[in-house]
C-alpha cells in the first residue's frame, strides 16, 4: 500500500553520500595528506584530493553531476567525524578490537581467524595499523547518525491522518493537449526559421569529430586464445579433485512422521516410538523402503513418489537431515533423525561428483585464465613499446601482437558511439588530445579497466564548424513547433479549464477512459498531476484541475469519483511507523549536517573539480 511514501523517502544513507557506515566501505580511506597538488575542498584543516575522490567512486568513470554528489558525500563525513573529535569522543582499543574479531570476512567456523585477517589486509597492500584506523573513522561516523538511526516516536493521530491520506482513492479522466497538434497554428515559414537560426547560431555547430582505427588487447582475450591439451586438463582436473568433489550432489529418499507445533513430551515420544518401528521395517526389508513411504510418510510431496527427494547439494536441507545425508554411503538407511518437521528415516539413494567430462568447459577456463596472467603482461608491455616507436601505424601492432584493427563511424566527445570503450573518458582524452589529433600519432596504451588495453589512432577528422541553416531547417522546425506548440497548449489547456469549471462543456474535446489514483499507488502518473488531482476539493464532484508537462503538453483532468481509504490493517500501521519514523530521523539528519556547514568552514575547489 505504501510503496510510493517508501520510494520516495530520503533515507540517512543517501544524506550521507559516501559516508562508510558498514565494513564495505572501507574501500573510502583517510584523506591523503602531505601532498603539494592543488585540493578538491578543505573542512576545517582537513583537505580532500583527487586521490581521495577517485577512491570514493572506486576508480569508475562518473560524470560531473556523480563527481560532485561524491565530494559532498566526503565533505559530510569529514563534518562528522571533526564533530565528534571536537566533543572529545573516540574509540576505545577495547572497542576496535571487538569490531574487528566481529567481522564475518575475518571468521572461520565462527571464530576470528589470524590467516583470514592477514590475507585481507595483503590483498589491499595495507598495514594491520591503516585498516584500524580506517575502521576507527567508520565506527565514529556510526556512533554519531546512532541518535538518527535509532527509532523515533510517532504519534498515532499522524499514524491514522497518514493512511487515510495515502489510502484514499480518486477516479479521474483527462483531456490531453499536446504541442503537434497545434502546429498547424504554428508560423514555420522560411523567414521565421532563418530568424530562428540567426538567433540561436551557437546551438547550430557541428563539434569536432573523428574517425578512429584502433586495436583492444585484454586478458579475457588473451586467456581464450592459449592452447591447453587434454592432458593439461586432466591434470588440472586431477590435482583438484579434492576441491571439485565439494560441488557433489546426493539423491535421497525419506519417510517423515510429522510432529504437530506444540506437541506435549509424551505425544512426541510415542511419534518416535512409531518411527523406530518403522525403521525397524525397513532395514529388515529394504526393498519396501518405497512403498512404506507411499503409505505411512507424511510428507507430500515426495510420498507419492516413495519418498523420493531427488538430487540436492551440500547445504541444501535443515542441518540434521544434511549432515545425516552427507555422512551415509549409498544405499544406507539413517537412524530415526530429528529435524524441526518431524521424524525422519533417510535412505541415501546414490551420490553424484562431477567427473572430468561434465567439468571440461570450466576446467579450460580456469586453466587458461590461470596461464594467461604472464601472458598478458608481457604483451601489454610490448603493445605499449610498439605504440611508442612505431607511432604512425597501427600495422605493426597487428602484425607482431596479432590483434584485429576496429574502426568507428564518426563520433564526438559527447556523442562517441555504440562502443562502450570509445566512451570512456580516457580514450576520448587520447582521441582529442594534440598527441593524437594533430600530430597523427597512436596514443599511448589506455587502460580501460578489467585488464584490457586500447590504442587509438585518427582515421578521420572533421573540425569544429557552424552548420547552414539548409542543414539544421528540418530540426529548427521542430524546435519551434515543440516551443510555440507548448504555449498553445497551455492557453488552450486553461481556456478548456476555465470553462469547464464554470459549467460550460466545450466541444472538440474527449475525455479519456477513467482511471483510479491514489496517492500510494499513482499508476505511473507524474508528480505534478497527482499533485493536481488531489487539489480538487473532493466534496465537489466534478471538480476540475490542470497540469503542464516538462514535455510542453498540458492535462486537464476531471474528478469524477472520490472514496475513503479503508482503516488500515496492524501490519500497514506498522509499516507506516517505520516509515515516518524514518522520515523524521531524515529530516534531524539533514538538519544536523546543515548545521555543521555553519559551524566549521568548508571550501570547495569547483573550476577544478569541473576539470576531473
Known sequence: MFEFV??????????????????????????????????????GDTKIYKQDLDRALEGQPADPASREQALNGLIRRELLLQDARNAGLGVSDAALQQAILAIPEFQENGKFSKARYA?????????????????????????????????QIVPKSLVERTGGLLGETRTVRAVV???????AEVDTSDKALKAYYDANLARYKAPDQVKLDYVVLSQAAVAAALPVSDADLQAF????????????????????????????????????????????????????????????????????????????????????????????????????????????????????????????????????ARNAGARYRQMADRLGELAYQQGDSLDPIVKELKLEVRHSDWMSRSVPGPDAMLANPKVLDAAFGDDVLKKKHNSEPVDVGNNTLVVVRVAGHQAAHQLSLDEVKGRIRTEIVAREGAKLAEKKGAALLADLKSGKEPAGYAFSPALTVSRSDNKGMPLSDLKAIFSI????????????????????????????????????????????????????AESYLKSLLTKYKVTVNRKLLGEQ
Open 237 to 368: 582436473y586431477d590435482q583438484h579433485k579434492a576441491e571439485f568433489s565439494k560441488n557433489e550432489e546426493r539423491r535421497a529418499s525419506h519417510i517423515l512422521l510429522s510432529v504437530p507445533q506444540g506437541a506435549k513430551p509424551e505425544e512426541k515420544a510415542r511419534i518416535k516410538a512409531e518411527a523406530e518401528k518403522i525403521l525397524k521395517e525397513v532395514r529388515a526389508n529394504p526393498a519396501s523402503f518405497a512403498a512404506i513411504a507411499k503409505s505411512r510418510s507424511q510428507d507430500p510431496g515426495s510420498a507419492v513418489k516413495g519418498g523420493d527427494l531427488g538430487y540436492f547439494a551440500q547445504g541444501t536441507m535443515v542441518k540434521p537431515f544434511n549432515d545425516a545425508v552427507f555422512a551415509m554411503k549409498a544405499g544406507q538407511i539413517s537412524d530415526v533423525i530429528e529435524t524441526e518437521f518431524g521424524f525422519h528415516i533417510i535412505r541415501l539413494d546414490s551420490v553424484k561428483v562431477p567427473d572430468f567430462a561434465s567439468l571440461k568447459p570450466r576446467l579450460l577456463e580456469q586453466l587458461q
Open 119 to 151: 590475507e585481507f589486509l595483503k590483498q589491499r597492500s595495507m598495514t594491520a595499523e591503516v585498516f584500524q584506523e580506517r575502521l576507527s573513522r567508520d565506527i565514529l561516523l556510526q556512533q554519531q547518525m546512532a541518535p538518527f538511526l535509532a527509532g
Open 6 to 43: 517508501q520510494n520516495n523517502k530520503i533515507v540517512i544513507r543517501i544524506i550521507l553520500g559516501a559516508v562508510a557506515l558498514t565494513f564495505v566501505g572501507f574501500g573510502v580511506s583517510s584523506y591523503t595528506s602531505a601532498i603539494d597538488d592543488p585540493y578538491l575542498a578543505k573542512v
Open 537 to 588: 476539493d473532493g466534496a465537489k464532484v466534478p471538480g476540475f484541475a490542470g497540469a503542464k508537462h516538462d514535455t510542453g503538453e498540458y492535462v486537464v483532468y476531471r474528478l469524477d469519483k472520490v472514496e475513503a481509504a479503508p482503516a488500515i490493517t496492524e501490519g500497514q500501521r506498522e509499516q507506516l511507523v517505520n516509515i515516518l519514523g524514518q522520515m523524521t530521523a531524515n529530516a534531524q
Open 177 to 183: 493537449l499536446k504541442p503537434d497538434m497545434f502546429a
